[in-house]
C-alpha cells in the first residue's frame, strides 16, 4: 500500500522513493562506467532519463523483498 500512492498522506512517500531511486540509478551508472542511453542536456550536463528509471525499480524491488513481498 506505501507504494500504491493513495491518499494524500503518500506524496511523500513517493517522492521520497523516486528521488532515491533516481540517484541509485545515477550511481549505479557512473560506478559501472555504464554508457549513456537517452541522455537529456540541461545547461550542458547530461542527465541519464533511462539509468534513472532503473534505479527506481531496482529499489522498489528492494524494498519489497526486505518486507517480504507484501508492499
Partial sequence: MLLMGSGKTNWGANSLIALVGAYLGHWLQSKMQLPYIL???YNQVPYEFIWSMLGGFLFIFLLRFAHGGDL
Fill in 39 to 41: 541522455p537529456i542536456t
